[in-house]
């Protein structure tokens, strides 16, 4: 079995996402059971449905549209349930990779139980390839990557007010 290595894409500029679900479809396309949780994350994304059709696993959603700076407390506890309950589903699925995207904030904001969250990459399968994403991830996600990459922003459209994209930004 060959080993399975852990990657962080992180900072503050656009790609990290998208760079992990490319990864995603080249696991797909060579037979491998990708398992994606998103976190924070529940709009639709028009990667989503290409994934699934793949046959990739993902769990996604939390309580309503808000960001969870915008959350009452009853939106937060729910969220952080939806949280620990998509990742615990995803530790079921013996993944040959797992993606935790926006594991960072989840981590960061509250919304994800730490030691949970630590374990399915400390402790992850031999074999698996784990996938990271965020913006400001911990120091024992630094210290675990195999592969970090820091994505950062030089310059972006919505600085002259061009609003996100579908098919391009979502």
Same mark, same amino acid.
Request: glycine share 10%; proline share 3%; net charge negative.
């Given at each position: 079995?060959?080993?399975?290595? @852990?990657?962080?894409?992180?900072?503050?500029?656009?790609? #990290?996402?998208?760079?992990?679900?490319?990864?995603?479809? +080249? $696991?797909?396309?060579? $037979?491998?059971?990708?398992? @994606?949780?998103? &976190?924070?994350?529940?709009?639709?994304? $028009?990667?989503?449905?290409?994934?699934? =059709?793949?046959?990739?696993?993902?769990?996604? $959603?939390?309580?309503?549209? #808000? &960001?969870? &700076?915008?959350?009452?407390?009853?939106?937060?506890?729910?969220?952080? /349930?939806?949280?620990?309950?998509?990742?615990?589903? !995803?530790?079921?699925?013996?993944?040959?990779?797992?993606?935790?995207?926006?594991?960072?904030?989840?981590?960061?904001?509250?919304?994800?139980?730490?030691?949970?969250? =630590? #374990?399915?990459?400390?402790?992850?399968?031999?074999? =698996?390839?784990?996938?990271?994403?965020? +913006?400001?991830?911990?120091?024992?996600?630094?210290?675990?990557?195999?592969?970090?990459?820091?994505?950062?922003?030089? /310059?972006?459209?919505?600085?002259?007010?061009?609003? !996100? +994209?579908?098919?391009?930004?979502?």
């Amino acid at each position: 079995m060959e080993k399975g290595l @852990i990657h962080l894409y992180w900072g503050d500029g656009k790609g #990290k996402t998208t760079a992990a679900m490319g990864v995603a479809m +080249r $696991g797909l396309v060579a $037979g491998k059971k990708v398992v @994606i949780v998103q &976190f924070l994350k529940g709009a639709p994304s $028009g990667e989503i449905t290409l994934l699934q =059709q793949l046959g990739a696993v993902i769990y996604r $959603g939390k309580a309503g549209e #808000k &960001f969870v &700076f915008q959350m009452t407390e009853e939106e937060k506890c729910e969220t952080r /349930r939806i949280q620990n309950e998509h990742l615990h589903q !995803a530790l079921k699925e013996n993944a040959d990779m797992l993606i935790l995207d926006e594991a960072c904030a989840a981590l960061q904001l509250g919304m994800v139980e730490p030691d949970l969250l =630590q #374990k399915a990459v400390l402790q992850k399968p031999e074999g =698996q390839e784990l996938i990271l994403t965020g +913006r400001t991830p911990a120091d024992w996600m630094l210290e675990a990557a195999d592969y970090s990459t820091e994505m950062h922003c030089w /310059r972006h459209p919505y600085e002259k007010g061009i609003a !996100a +994209r579908k098919g391009v930004e979502y």
